[in-house]
């Protein structure tokens, strides 16, 4: 192992273990030992065996397998919305830091919308649409947005001040070239673990939507509608809501790591106190 | 140097006044001089005298609003205060450039030094990338960078206070401008840095033949490198004399206490003299000579009115605004004994 990498176990820890619930997930169609939607009758609320590693749920579906797909709704979910929220949040957070006039109108409804709760604002928007995977993406995304706002405007209003982004408008560079070239670069390292923070509660929420029944379609296998629909079955089949709950932890606690792997090692005043 | 020649940069009663909950901010207020080809004004005066506005107004780069500019900077007959934000895109570091004081900071850290220096290129003239990047190499030779082909491909925080300043100064006259602005260019380097640095701006001005405005606070840097000195005090142009003529006879009271807190060489250790109190703020400036609270020489009549810029020369053209100037002058000053101009 690289040096580098040596002094940033974290790092290494959470990049390891969203390692593999990606190749988990990327692998499914080879992985799962059922059809995730195939019901077997005479196999309800089986418990763990050879034959079903994860035991089967009260209609008989294997819950390995769907389990196994359920990581691709959560990974595809929280990889989207990272993407999306930050480049949303840095458009507007730009803006927000660079236009004198546009600055309070973007930020007052940024405060607008983190007055409402994250998981309350995304169900009121899936209420008003069809359920579906990118609805359930969109709704996530909006609530995340005012957070990159905030980070990316706090950053460009410090980066404006600085001497260099002045000698490059001294030079007649265009403010979009300014931006792009001279700010935006200089606020890479914070995005990057603002993003995976971003990641890992969407994952989160996605999973407690669907849980609630406001997610992604009841039928496609996700580990919050797995869990959702072993809940009545607790006492009986504590195994059907054990195993998402277990993957869910982990890929939450993955993202985690990594993103605080990658502060300590993305920020070096950090890495030389420690 | 042609007295007659029509001025490159002429600046009239420049005023850049800020807008404030706390009323109006003259930090420059009606400020005129003019800068021929080839000659380096030097700009004079405490910490918040309007130095740095100046040269920033004089670039446009002074945010408007909160900032109010008027009077004219006029380049080449044109106005600059009153062309459009893209024409004067065309004049920033193309025909008027700036170096910074803090070579720390004015250069990004993101971004190789030949990189950026290729970037202002690519800016003014259409050359390609290839094309731009030579041009940024050869512009680091110029101003002596050793292995100018290696250190193009480095990060500023690889290079020394010296040498970001030295880039600073390549990126600033990559598209040969004809005004140069050094705001304190050398106030944040070692003392024989400070030396090289001036040399290298020397040379590359008679080599160019730029005019060069040098905004400093130290009357060293102004007495080795400028040709013209005005000296700046609260916003307004108190005095203005050629290199020599201030040395040998400075008249305005601001202007010889500067001098007085400069340490001599040829004289024994003595506390140096020190102007007591402060620039005041510019928003506290009321009536009269903004300087008659810090002044010894100081009458009624300086707290009542405003002095006007006066020639006290005996030939020439020497500009002081103080009505005590023969009162002043008569007085033995500390910087009487100047020391031998090289």
Redesign the interface.
């Known amino acids: 192992m690289p040096r580098w990498l040596r002094k940033h176990p974290t790092l290494v820890v959470g990049g390891v273990l969203l390692l593999v619930m990606v190749l988990i997930s990327l692998a499914a169609p080879w992985l799962a030992t059922h059809d995730p939607q195939d019901i077997d009758p005479l196999a309800r609320m089986k418990p763990p065996s050879a034959e079903h590693f994860f035991g089967t749920d009260a209609m008989g579906r294997d819950v390995f397998s769907r389990a196994v797909w359920g990581g691709r709704v959560s990974l595809i979910v929280g990889l989207s919305v990272a993407l999306l929220a930050t480049v949303g949040g840095v458009v507007l957070g730009l803006v927000a830091g660079f236009v004198r006039w546009a600055d309070n109108i973007i930020m007052r409804l940024m405060d607008g919308l983190m007055a409402i709760p994250g998981i309350l604002l995304a169900i009121a928007l899936m209420a008003v649409t069809r359920a579906s995977l990118t609805t359930v993406i969109v709704a996530i995304t909006i609530p995340e947005i005012p957070r990159v706002v905030r980070l990316v405007r706090s950053m460009a209003l410090s980066l404006r001040e ?3 982004v ?9 403010l979009p070239a300014v931006l792009s ?2 700010v935006l ?2 606020m ?1 390292a914070p995005l990057i673990v603002q993003a995976t923070f971003v990641a890992a509660s969407a994952v989160l929420i996605e999973a407690s939507l669907s849980f609630l029944g406001v997610g992604v379609p009841a039928q496609t296998p996700s580990w919050g509608n797995m869990m959702a629909e072993g809940r009545n079955f607790v006492a009986v089949g504590f195994h059907i809501i054990l195993y998402p709950g277990i993957l869910l932890a982990i890929t939450v606690l993955s993202i985690n790591l990594l993103g605080d792997g990658l502060r300590d090692a993305l920020d070096p005043r950090l890495a030389r106190q420690l | 140097m042609d007295k007659n020649a029509p001025a490159l940069l002429e600046v009239d009663q420049l005023r850049t006044h800020f807008d404030t909950l706390n009323g109006t901010v003259r930090s420059v207020d009606g400020v005129s001089f003019t800068l021929q080809a080839g000659e380096t004004l030097g700009v004079v005066g405490e910490s918040g005298c309007g130095k740095s506005v100046t040269a920033l107004s004089v670039l446009r780069l002074v945010p408007t609003p909160p900032a109010r500019h008027g009077g004219e900077v006029r380049y080449r007959g044109s106005n600059l205060l009153a062309l459009s934000e893209k024409a004067m895109r065309q004049i920033r570091g193309n025909r008027i450039s700036m170096i910074f004081q803090e070579p720390m900071t004015s250069l990004n850290p993101v971004m190789t030094v030949g990189r950026q220096i290729a970037e202002s290129v690519q800016l003014h003239q259409k050359v390609g990338r290839k094309a731009a990047m030579a041009h940024a190499v050869e512009m680091l030779r110029l101003v002596q960078i050793p292995e100018p082909e290696r250190r193009a491909g480095e990060y500023p925080h690889q290079l020394s206070g010296g040498m970001r300043q030295r880039v600073m100064i390549a990126l600033a006259l990559a598209c040969k401008p004809e005004v140069l602005i050094a705001d304190e260019p050398t106030t944040a380097l070692d003392v024989t840095i400070q030396a090289q640095i001036i040399d290298l701006l020397k040379r590359l001005q008679r080599e160019m033949g730029m005019g060069v405005i040098m905004i400093t606070h130290d009357l060293g840097v102004v007495a080795e490198s400028c040709d013209r000195v005005v000296v700046m005090y609260a916003g307004r142009k108190v005095e203005e004399a050629t290199v020599g003529a201030l040395f040998e006879r400075p008249l305005h009271p601001y202007t010889r206490a500067l001098m007085a807190s400069m340490p001599a060489l040829n004289t024994r250790s003595r506390r140096l003299a020190e102007i007591p109190g402060l620039v005041p703020a510019p928003h506290e400036l009321g009536q009269g000579c903004a300087f008659a609270q810090r002044c010894e020489h100081a009458m009624p009549r300086c707290r009542a009115e405003t002095p006007v810029l006066d020639n006290h020369a005996q030939q020439g053209v020497h500009l002081v605004a103080c009505f005590a100037v023969d009162r002043a002058s008569h007085t033995p000053s500390l910087a009487a004994q100047p020391e031998a101009a090289p």
């Open positions: 600085q001497l260099f002045e000698a490059a408008h001294a030079v007649g560079t265009r070239r001279h670069p200089n890479l």
